[in-house]
């Protein structure tokens, strides 16, 4: 077996470096001590289309874990690759048993150095790879208001339990545009109570803006959320019981959504409504410390946003802007400060020392 770094898991150190906001961007300089003395080579691009990225190190299990698996499902994109990446090395870096994450990856369309970059940027890594047949939703998806929730791979969370196989139970869904800065297994190891699904619930925000008017005005429609107190819940971050979710045939009651959504619109996003029009209101509430979300800003402007005080477990920059983009523009968020250190471009380290 190659030689590994076993490491602490650093749970609740970025949280106290960015209890305060705005960020500071001399944090940049602290989150990078996590890496070092890591050995990392380069990785050559067979083509100029190909990104490039340093070996990650392996990373060794303590000497209490156990032998429960952890399932995490991510999608393999190659827009989002340098995200994937960056979210991978973040959960294996801060857990205390890395060799028991198992990941699943799921993509739409076959893009060899995709795979190959995984591979080779994490040698070590305990993965599965399914393919998801993108004509499964491309009738069911209508126009949103912005047309990266459009694509179709976007749409696989709704499906992850029809195509996962029978001996994984529950998983942790997570996008590709966060890093986690907390041990993976404090939120594998959260009690569902009896729910099909946990994540973090924000009822402070507007819910009645999710949907159109047109919704609210019919009666029907307006009574499912009679008798819950509905609240947003944003589907980047999710625990989820497969078996529950194919057992309630879950999926089918989010298409139904969908294919009135096709006709009549009654929401203006891309695959968050017909989650929340199933289940707002009946999921098990999450810690927010697992998802503080919004780091992208809106989905229109993708303006910078500051991180609000307390814990943090994970750091997700949902909206349209990305950490690695502001990076190689030069005009960084503080936020993306945070990521940076995950990040295993080859030329990241360059963008951030030309700022």
């Known amino acids: 077996m190659a030689s590994c770094t076993t490491l602490p898991v650093f749970l609740g150190l970025l949280s106290l470096l960015i209890f305060l906001s705005p960020i500071p961007n001399t944090v940049?300089?602290?989150?990078?001590?996590?890496?070092?003395?890591?050995?990392l080579g380069i990785i050559r691009k067979p083509s100029s289309?190909?990104?490039?990225?340093?070996?990650?190190?392996?990373?060794c299990n303590g000497d209490s874990c156990g032998n429960e698996r952890i399932h995490v499902t991510m999608t393999l994109d190659a827009n989002y690759l340098r995200g994937t990446m960056a979210a991978v090395l973040s959960i294996i870096q801060q857990s205390a048993c890395p060799e028991n994450?198992?990941?699943h990856f799921f993509w739409g369309r076959f893009e060899p150095h995709v795979l190959s970059n995984i591979k080779s940027t994490f040698p070590y890594l305990e993965f599965r790879t399914y393919r998801f047949d993108c004509n499964r939703v491309r009738g069911k998806i209508s126009?949103?208001?912005?047309?990266?929730?459009?694509?179709?791979?976007?749409?696989?969370?709704?499906?992850?339990?029809?195509?996962?196989?029978?001996?994984?139970?529950r998983i942790i869904y997570l996008?590709?545009?966060?890093?986690?800065?907390?041990?993976i297994a404090r939120l594998w190891?959260?009690?569902?109570?009896?729910?099909?699904?946990?994540?973090?619930?924000?009822?402070?925000?507007?819910?009645?803006?999710?949907?159109?008017?047109?919704?609210?005005s019919n009666p029907v429609w307006a009574k499912t959320f009679q008798g819950k107190r509905p609240c947003y819940f944003n589907t980047g971050v999710m625990v989820l019981d497969v078996e529950m979710w194919r057992q309630g045939d879950y999926t089918q009651k989010v298409e139904d959504w969908m294919e009135v959504q096709k006709h009549k619109r009654i929401y203006h996003l891309g695959s968050l409504p017909p989650f929340l029009l199933v289940l707002a209101g009946n999921i098990k509430r999450v810690d927010h410390r697992w998802n503080r979300h919004g780091l992208g800003?809106?989905?229109?402007?993708?303006?910078?946003?500051?991180?609000?005080?307390?814990?943090?477990?994970?750091?997700?920059?949902?909206?349209?802007?990305?950490?690695?983009?502001?990076?190689?523009?030069?005009?960084?968020?503080?936020?993306?400060?945070?990521?940076?250190?995950?990040?295993?471009?080859?030329?990241?380290?360059?963008?951030?020392?030309?700022?």
């Not at 289309?49 to 990373?59: D, G, L, S």
């Open 28 to 39: 940049a300089a602290t989150a990078s001590s996590y890496s070092g003395g890591i050995r």
């Open 49 to 59: 289309h190909v990104p490039t990225f340093r070996q990650a190190p392996a990373f």
């Open 101 to 103: 994450v198992e990941f």
């Open 143 to 169: 126009k949103s208001i912005r047309q990266a929730l459009d694509q179709p791979l976007n749409y696989v969370r709704i499906y992850l339990a029809d195509i996962l196989p029978s001996d994984v139970k």
């Open 175 to 183: 996008d590709s545009d966060l890093v986690v800065v907390g041990d």
């Open 189 to 216: 190891e959260i009690d569902l109570k009896g729910k099909v699904l946990g994540a973090p619930e924000y009822c402070h925000a507007n819910f009645t803006k999710y949907f159109t008017e047109l919704f609210w």
């Open 297 to 355: 800003g809106d989905n229109i402007e993708g303006k910078c946003r500051n991180l609000h005080p307390g814990p943090i477990s994970l750091l997700h920059w949902s909206g349209k802007g990305k950490p690695w983009l502001r990076i190689d523009l030069r005009k960084p968020c503080s936020a993306d400060y945070l990521w940076a250190p995950y990040d295993l471009h080859h030329s990241s380290t360059d963008s951030l020392e030309e700022q």
